[in-house]
């Protein structure tokens, strides 16, 4: 059965960081493109970051370039999200996805991962 946890969600000041987690189990990670989305209350489900399976190439949001980081530890089957300067904006449940994805994870939309964890709270606030 396949399964994605989250963790390291939590309350954090504006500026500060948190290392959000996404471990597998069921299926390795490394032959999945794997994507952070997150989902403020009232607003649509964005996308945030992807890593791509067939190449390793990352994607992330303009909202959220050069603050946060993507990447995967195929040895603990694992994917992170690095998110540093964080913002008041930035507060939303954050999930992680996998799926096999044909072309760059940048071409893909939520909707077309079909494999999620359960989500983590990331409150960003003074």
């Known amino acids: 059965q396949l399964q994605l946890v989250e963790s390291g969600g939590g309350l954090v000041q504006p500026g500060g960081s948190l290392r959000l987690s996404c471990a597998a189990s069921?299926?390795?990670?490394?032959?999945?493109?794997i994507g952070w989305f997150r989902q403020a209350p009232g607003k649509e489900r964005e996308g945030v970051s992807c890593?791509?399976?067939?190449?390793?190439?990352?994607y992330s949001a303009d909202s959220v370039k050069g603050r946060f980081t993507i990447s995967r530890d195929t040895a603990k089957n694992t994917a992170y999200l690095q998110m540093n300067s964080l913002k008041p904006e930035d507060t939303a449940v954050y999930y992680c996805?996998?799926?096999?994805?044909?072309?760059?994870?940048?071409?893909?939309?939520?909707?077309?991962?079909?494999?999620w964890g359960q989500g983590t709270q990331v409150t960003v606030s003074s």
């Open positions: 996805a996998a799926e096999r994805l044909a072309l760059s994870c940048k071409y893909y939309r939520w909707n077309e991962y079909g494999y």
């Open positions: 069921g299926f390795t990670l490394g032959g999945y493109a």
């Open positions: 890593i791509s399976s067939h190449d390793g190439s990352t």
